[in-house]
């Protein structure tokens, strides 16, 4: 996975943290747990606050 695989990643975590709110994660935290993420390979460097945010809201949606 990339960053730019935004749904898949909140999907992936989603299922890793089944108990966490997305909505109160900062992005340092979320960050961290997509790099730990077993298929994340993609350069950290690439990551911005835009690419979180749609993750968050990807992972918002999921919840849902």
Do not use: S, Y
Request: hydrophobic share 45%; net charge negative; proline share 6%.
């Amino acid at each position: 996975m990339k960053w730019t695989d935004t749904l898949d990643i909140a999907i992936e975590l989603a299922e890793a943290h089944p108990d966490v709110d997305p909505t109160k994660l900062n992005f340092v935290d979320l960050m961290k747990w997509v790099l730990a993420l077993p298929e994340f390979d993609d350069d950290p460097k690439r990551c911005g606050e835009r690419i979180l945010e749609a993750i968050q809201a990807a992972w918002i949606e999921e919840r849902e």
